[in-house]
């Protein structure tokens, strides 16, 4: 059973409405989430490319990464739970997990699904939530990955079209 139906979300993944790459985030994370992140990455085979700058790296480990100087470049992890979308980790702080996707890869029920499926196994590898907001956020999450509930959850209600 789907998490989200498409006809139910679909206004929140209109790039035109949200912004093409809309944040996602895992608040109130530590170094040890960023390690759980990055193991489930690894445990999980999913494709990935560690990145600092034009470098291309072996995958660090997470305290690494974070205790890095704060005038360094900031690292990024592409990462590839499917072949169709990619999820761009930021290592912005130790406090807040935060990566990017792109909306114009997470069209139609099959896609959601997908991305459903990979806010899941981050909210379920953590215990925390995993939310969504609109490109730029505005500190309103629309949907997420609700740890009660086990599930994705909507968050706000989609517009009356």
């Known amino acids: 059973m789907a998490d989200l139906l498409w006809d139910d979300v679909k206004c929140f ?3 035109d409405l949200m912004g093409s790459l809309p944040d996602v985030r895992v608040p109130n994370a530590s170094v040890e989430d960023w390690q759980a992140v ?59 997990i935060d990566f990017d996707v792109d909306l114009y890869e997470l069209q139609g ?3 959601l699904d997908d991305f459903c499926g990979f806010l899941r196994r981050i909210g379920q590898q953590l215990g925390k939530p995993v939310l969504m907001d609109s490109e730029g956020g505005n500190g309103h999450p629309v949907l997420g990955f609700d740890t009660e ?13």
């Not at 193991?39 to 034009?54: I, Q």
């Not at 690494?64 to 690292?75: I, N, T």
């Not at 909507?154 to 079209?161: K, N, S």
């Open 13 to 15: 993944f209109d790039p």
């Open 38 to 96: 990055l193991d489930l990455v690894e445990e999980r085979g999913w494709s990935c490319r560690y990145s600092e700058g034009d470098r291309v790296l072996p995958m660090p480990r997470a305290g690494a990464v974070l205790s890095r100087p704060a005038d360094a470049e900031c690292p990024e992890l592409r990462v590839w739970p499917t072949a169709d979308i990619l999820a761009i980790f930021r290592f912005h702080s130790d406090d807040e």
């Open 109 to 111: 029920q099959e896609r």
């Open 149 to 161: 509930a086990d599930r994705v959850v909507l968050l706000e209600t989609p517009p009356v079209r």
